[in-house]
Nanobody, 122 residues
């Protein structure tokens, strides 16, 4: 099983990025899948989750700016990030949980991908 996040980079405040998480060895539509982020010196923070029945959930800090989605044909998870702020700067990782519903605790997730750095700065 492998999850690989990519698509990060340097963007100015107010800009947009789309992160992708490609999966191999598991079928994402059979898992609750989520995005987490971790800034230097900070705890890992739950960002968003997509349940098996395609319900979406977001942390208050990103609600209205970020959109999580899944392409079943490509077995890939996405995170569209708009109106980015400097406080969104972090390493973003994707994760999959053998659950029907979403969880915000990272310990509930079974598989993790290597993260991608997002830096929001002018």
């Amino acid at each position: 099983v492998q999850l690989q996040a990519f698509g990060g980079g340097l963007v100015q405040p107010g800009g947009s990025l789309r992160l992708s998480c490609a999966a191999s060895g598991l079928t994402l539509q059979h898992y609750a899948i989520g995005w987490f982020r971790q800034a230097p010196g900070e705890e890992r923070e739950w960002v968003s989750c997509l349940s098996i029945d395609s319900n979406t959930f977001y942390a208050d800090s990103v609600k209205g700016r970020f959109t999580i989605s899944r392409d079943n044909a490509k077995n890939t998870l996405y995170l569209q990030m708009n109106s980015l702020k400097p406080e969104d700067t972090a390493v973003y990782s994707c994760a999959a949980a053998r659950l029907d519903v979403c969880r915000v605790d990272f310990s509930d997730y079974d598989y993790w991908g290597r993260g991608t750095q997002v830096t929001v700065s002018s």
